[in-house]
Structures are given as structure tokens and as C-alpha cells.
């Protein structure tokens, strides 16, 4: 079975924190996914890579930044973290191609104080 | 561009009846169309997936129809139980030629099965 494993379930930073949220897959997948998922507005896409060191924003890229330095591994950066960024970040992977389902991390719970 | 409608519930049904849980799509091209379903403090899982029109796309006894006339792909099953308690999201992937591509999601749907 495929796993993707987010390295923390929930974590609590303070304004203005830099935060880093990674996320590793065992399954040597192409593609990486980090979504965004807030009560009413489903999940919404931030940045996606299909490649090491290639990103691509998502829908909501602001105030986030990735890094795909090895192909398992997708972090997640919020430079300056704010309240508003107080949210379940979901990371997914994938093998290329339209038709490939994604695989879902566990998520990580995320409070900005 | 891309969009997802699903009703937002939450759904409430007896063990046993009849689910529909209704998604209507609005994309360009041809895409594959997908049911995530997520269980309590989980991430999402695949339940099923349909890639061109009229195909049907079936998984613990759930099923969908890619319909490309009403841009739909409702969700049914015949008999639900307690543990199909879960918040169901409908999501298309759209055509790409290749490449990565996020989906996207609607709001998600909350059914709750009630003993």
C-alpha cells in the first residue's frame, strides 16, 4: 500500500513563525500535492511538483513557498505564518498521468496563535 | 475554469436506506471524475473513480456513472451502515495531456447513519 506520511498530526506556532510542514511518500510517485482544507471550503490546492525541484502553484499559493529536494519529500513553507493560515494541510502524491488517483497523508492540524 | 458542486449536508439516514449524494461538474475537455471519502481524524482515501463518459466506477458497494449530458457523477448505495458515517467528497482531475495536475475538490458532503 502506498504511504504518505505527514510528519506531524498537529502542531501550535506563533505569528510570524517560519513554519515548515513535510511530508514523505514510499512510493516513488512523480507527483506531490499540498492542499488546504477549511470547513465549508473543501480542500483547496496551494503548490504541486511533478518533479524534483519543479513546483507549480496551486490556487491559494500566497503566503506559502515548497521545496522537492529529493523525489519522496514535499515541504511545506509558510514564511511568516498568520491566523488566517490556522487550518488541516493535506499532502497527496501521485504517478503521472490524468487518470492516477492520489494518495492522501493523514493531515496536519495547524493553529497560529 | 474548473468547478465542483456537491451538497453539503450533513446527510442523515437510517441503517439500511437507500444514499444518493448528488455532484454536478463544470469543466472543459474530458475529465476523469473521482469519490474521496474521509473517516474521522483521517486524510482521504479513494473510493472510486470513472475516466471517460457513461463508464461507472464501483467500490464497497458504492457506485457512480459518468454522465457527460448532465455533467454529473452521483454518488449511491443501495444499503448504508454506521460505518459509512463519513464526509464524501466529489473531485475531478482535469484533462492534461500529461504533467501533474491538483484536482479539484467540492465542499464535501457529511452523511451520518443513524443505528
Known amino acids: 500500500d502506498v504511504k504518505v506520511t505527514q510528519s506531524s498530526r498537529y502542531l501550535v506556532k506563533r505569528t510570524g513563525e517560519k513554519v515548515f510542514l513535510e511530508c514523505v511518500q514510499d512510493m516513488d510517485h512523480e507527483n506531490m500535492f499540498w492542499y488546504r482544507q477549511d470547513p465549508g471550503l473543501g480542500l483547496r490546492l496551494i503548490y504541486f511538483s511533478y518533479d524534483v525541484k519543479m513546483k507549480e502553484k496551486g490556487d491559494i499559493p500566497e503566503g506559502y513557498s515548497v521545496s522537492r529536494e529529493k523525489k519522496e519529500r514535499f515541504s511545506l513553507i509558510l514564511e511568516s505564518a498568520s491566523t488566517n493560515q490556522t487550518s488541516m494541510y493535506l499532502c497527496?502524491?501521485?504517478?503521472?498521468?490524468?487518470?492516477?488517483?492520489?494518495?492522501f497523508g493523514d493531515g496536519t492540524r495547524l493553529s497560529i496563535l | 475554469g474548473n468547478s465542483v458542486t456537491q451538497m453539503e449536508g450533513p446527510v442523515t439516514l437510517s441503517e439500511e436506506a437507500f444514499l444518493t449524494i448528488n455532484c454536478t461538474y463544470t469543466?472543459?475537455?474530458?475529465?476523469?471524475l473521482f469519490w474521496y471519502v474521509q473517516y474521522p481524524g483521517e486524510g482521504l482515501q479513494l473510493l472510486l473513480k470513472?475516466?471517460?463518459?457513461?463508464d461507472k466506477g464501483s467500490n464497497k458497494g458504492f457506485e457512480a456513472t459518468y454522465r457527460k449530458e448532465t455533467t454529473s457523477f452521483h454518488l449511491e448505495k443501495g444499503s448504508v451502515q454506521v460505518s459509512d458515517s463519513a464526509v464524501y467528497f466529489c473531485a475531478l482531475s482535469p484533462y492534461s495531456g500529461g504533467g501533474a495536475d491538483g484536482l479539484t475538490f467540492g465542499k464535501g458532503t457529511h452523511l451520518i447513519i443513524q443505528p
Open positions: 469543466a472543459t475537455g474530458y475529465p476523469s
Open positions: 497527496a502524491s501521485s504517478l503521472l498521468g490524468q487518470n492516477q488517483p492520489q494518495h
Open positions: 470513472a475516466t471517460k463518459a457513461d
